[in-house]
């Protein structure tokens, strides 16, 4: 309990953290809604999920809710600044839909042990819970596991592969 306490102080402690340095949009496939847009380069809005939105078993597919990957450097859980607004737009679809559930699947590169990329793998998964929480989602709509390096999007063995591989996955279970 105090490990948890003391990551959240710490993700909100970060939170907090601002810099006048702009910061890159994040690119998408398809145009975001308006309420998605940023206003400016020192924005603090978090996405707004529009109206009611259908979503099959896997959830919602639109826009950046679309998007189910947090990225992160090598030996990092830290959630890098152009992935914040990825899991503010969840957590703003699960508060708004409570009988959704998440699992957060934390996964490392290939380098390291068995036994230190499962930890890494869920202190990743643990780091994008804990935001969640800090913005208001319940916690019984969140689980956070780890596959270490058992999962890799990349199978390749080269820098590009395993910056593919150093993340944490968003799966939505079916409704039931």
Same mark, same amino acid.
């Given at each position: 309990?105090?490990?948890?306490?003391? @990551?959240?102080?710490?993700? @909100?402690?970060?939170?907090?953290?601002?810099?006048? %340095?702009?910061?890159?949009?994040?690119?998408?496939?398809?145009?975001?809604?308006?309420?998605?847009?940023?206003?400016? #380069?020192?924005?603090?809005?978090?996405?707004?999920?529009? =109206? #009611?939105?259908?979503?099959?078993?896997?959830?919602?597919?639109?826009?950046?809710?679309?998007?189910?990957?947090?990225?992160?450097?090598?030996?990092?859980?830290?959630?890098?600044?152009?992935?914040?607004?990825?899991?503010?737009? +969840?957590?703003?679809?699960? %508060? =708004? +839909?409570?009988?959704?559930?998440?699992?957060?699947? =934390?996964?490392?590169?290939?380098?390291?042990?068995?036994?230190?990329? @499962?930890?890494?793998?869920?202190?990743?998964?643990?780091?994008? %819970?804990?935001?969640?929480?800090? @913005?208001?989602?319940?916690?019984?709509?969140?689980?956070?596991?780890?596959?270490?390096?058992?999962?890799?999007?990349?199978?390749?063995?080269?820098?590009?592969?395993?910056?593919?591989?150093?993340?944490?996955?968003?799966?939505?279970? #079916?409704?039931?």
């Amino acid at each position: 309990m105090k490990r948890f306490i003391t @990551l959240a102080l710490c993700v @909100l402690a970060l939170a907090a953290c601002t810099t006048n %340095k702009p910061q890159a949009p994040i690119k998408e496939a398809q145009p975001a809604p308006p309420a998605q847009q940023p206003t400016g #380069p020192d924005t603090t809005t978090i996405p707004q999920v529009q =109206g #009611p939105m259908e979503a099959g078993p896997e959830g919602p597919m639109e826009g950046i809710l679309g998007k189910r990957s947090i990225y992160f450097d090598l030996d990092s859980y830290v959630i890098k600044d152009e992935f914040r607004p990825v899991v503010e737009a +969840h957590a703003n679809y699960l %508060k =708004g +839909h409570p009988a959704r559930k998440i699992v957060l699947e =934390g996964n490392a590169d290939e380098r390291g042990s068995s036994e230190y990329n @499962l930890a890494l793998g869920q202190k990743r998964s643990e780091a994008v %819970k804990s935001m969640m929480r800090v @913005l208001g989602v319940p916690e019984n709509q969140l689980e956070a596991v780890s596959f270490g390096k058992e999962r890799p999007k990349n199978p390749g063995h080269d820098e590009s592969a395993w910056a593919e591989n150093r993340r944490a996955d968003i799966r939505y279970q #079916p409704l039931q």
